[in-house]
């Protein structure tokens, strides 16, 4: 079956630190895969999205960066966070109708 | 413009009740298009595709205006476990990602 694994569930970082989210994918191959950021009562922002090993697209010029080292892994990554940065963020990948996503992670910066 | 606008709401309707959720978008060369539901502190999850000719699916009817930019959705019969945040869901520019909107809001009671 397909499957996405998205990890941590919950985190706090102090303004500064780096940060590192993984997401990984099952049972596919090759997929489009997705990084989405909701803040606080805003819409789902796209970050990055990337169509194969190597690909990164960004959408919003930031303080994140995204890698995508293996086929069914999609790393989000920040070298020093700021405050701005906490939010809901969200992997997800393509499949035939609309996306799939992962369970997401809680960003709060401090 | 932004490109996918929805009522925020909140809709509070009673059990029984028939709920519509209106959401307009601005690429007029938009092809796919989606319903996704998102409960609190949880990752969205798709609803249901909208298709050009209309579809149902149980309780809930999506239907698109591709003239009008206009995409609709009818929950008939609310119960209490509809209620949630409701994205409409257009494709954007690359024809890769997804364009969502902030989400109406809907709160159904006893």
């Known amino acids: 079956s397909q499957t996405i694994h998205q990890w941590p569930a919950t985190l706090v970082q102090p303004v500064g630190s780096p940060l590192s989210l993984e997401c990984t994918v099952e049972g596919t191959s090759n997929p489009n895969l997705y990084w989405y950021r909701q803040a606080a009562g805003r819409g789902l922002q796209l970050l990055f999205y990337s169509v194969g090993i190597g690909q990164i697209s960004s959408e919003v010029p930031q303080n994140l960066s995204a890698s995508r080292p293996q086929d069914r892994q999609f790393i989000l990554s920040s070298k020093k966070l700021l405050l701005s940065d906490s939010g809901f963020y969200l992997c997800?990948?393509?499949?035939?109708?609309?996306?799939?996503f992962g369970s997401g992670t809680r960003l709060t910066v401090v | 413009r932004k490109e996918v606008e929805q009522d925020p709401g909140p809709f509070n309707v009673p059990e029984g009740a028939t709920v519509a959720f209106n959401c307009t978008y601005s690429?007029?060369?938009?092809?796919?298009f989606f319903w996704y539901r998102q409960d609190c502190r949880k990752e969205p999850k798709l609803l249901m595709s909208?298709?050009?000719s209309g579809n149902e699916d149980g309780r809930f009817t999506a239907q698109l205006n591709r003239a009008s930019q206009y995409i609709s959705l009818l929950i008939r019969d609310s119960k209490l476990s509809d209620s949630a945040t409701y994205l409409c869901v257009v494709n954007g520019d690359s024809g890769y990602a997804l364009n969502f909107g902030k989400g109406t809001s809907l709160l159904v009671t006893p």
């Open positions: 997800a990948w393509s499949v035939r109708e609309g996306y799939t």
């Open positions: 690429n007029s060369a938009s092809q796919s």
């Open positions: 909208v298709y050009s």
